[in-house]
């Protein structure tokens, strides 16, 4: 009988030797300097253009960032979210939800249906393609005749006035990450810019590299 080929799970980055761990900061330093040399950021490594030279006031509400931790086996793979954000997906989920249960079953099988169409192909050898068909929407009796969407919106616009969730700033560990630690941070800032980022990386390291969460 052949043998069944399991998918292979990935190592956590913290399961590693000190050795393995060492030589992931020394890359990633060493690609930290390197791109210093083009963009001035010296103290975090990031793909996303932070410098836009043809929108140069662009900033973020999110953004995925690596950098070094306070001793030479540590490196954070972080995901950074302003509390301006974090709060509005979480009003969105909230809407979501509340709006999801109002469906019936039957409701909520339209509103998942997803159908496609075949693209036709100019010449026999092109492959196949199929493209998304948007359906009408579908207005409902418990929504005033709103659509499931529109039902989202002006609940969204409820929540948001009249109870926001109270969202604070956060720091939160993931130590399964197969490169580096993970980081999930909510920060209280406005934006995502340059100096936005390393006040962030900053105020982590102040707390001593460890799970944090607001309390005011």
Known sequence: MP???RPRKHQPFVSLSLHQRRDAVVQLKWRIDRNALQTGIRDF?????????????????????YFIGR????????????TALARQDAISARAFDATWAKLSA?????ESALEFKRIPRKHPSEPRYSEWVRRPDSHYAQFDGRTFRQECD??????????PPNIGESFTLDHAYAYG????????????DLAAIERSIARFRDIGERDWRCTV
Do not use: M, Y
């Open 45 to 65: 490594w990031t793909d996303h253009l932070l410098q836009d030279p043809d929108d140069p006031a662009r900033t973020f509400q999110w953004i995925d960032i």
């Open 71 to 82: 001793d030479r086996c540590t490196l954070w793979n972080a995901a950074l979210i302003t």
């Open 154 to 163: 002006r609940l969204e616009a409820h929540i948001a006035a009249t109870s």
């Open 106 to 110: 039957a409701e909520k099988a339209i």
């Open 181 to 192: 630690i993970g980081l999930h941070a909510t920060v209280a800032e406005d934006h995502l």
């Open 3 to 5: 043998k069944r080929h």
